[in-house]
């Protein structure tokens, strides 16, 4: 299984970006999908996540800028970033937990970060 992550880069303030994570492999089914991001210095904080039947929930710094949603034929999920702020400013990483097989374990998944810059 892979995560492949995408769409990070330089952005000013007010901005948009949109990150993309695109899950490969061998999988039976995907359950929650989310995204993280650690800044420097600080601990790894959860983001956004969304669950397979479509409900979502996100750290109150981000509500009503950032929507997150999937693509279940596709598995993919995508993190739409609005009115960005410099305090944005962090690696973001995907996050998926998945079965490989209908009665294997969950197994949580994660992607490479990408580089997500708020500045003038």
């Known amino acids: 299984v892979q995560l492949q992550a995408s769409g990070g880069g330089l952005v000013q303030p007010g901005g948009s970006l949109g990150l993309s994570c695109a899950a490969s492999g061998s999988i039976f089914a995907i359950f929650a999908m989310g995204w993280y991001r650690q800044a420097p210095g600080k601990q790894r904080e959860l983001v956004a996540t969304?669950?397979?039947?479509?409900?979502?929930n996100y750290v109150d710094s981000v509500k009503g800028r950032f929507t997150i949603s999937r693509d279940n034929a596709k598995n993919t999920c995508i993190l739409q970033m609005n009115s960005l702020k410099p305090e944005d400013t962090a690696v973001y990483y995907c996050?998926?937990?998945?079965?490989?097989?209908?009665?294997?374990?969950?197994?949580?998944?994660w992607g490479q970060g990408t580089q997500v810059t708020v500045s003038s």
């Open positions: 996050n998926v937990y998945l079965k490989l097989r209908a009665y294997s374990a969950l197994q949580e998944y």
């Open positions: 969304i669950t397979s039947g479509g409900n979502a």
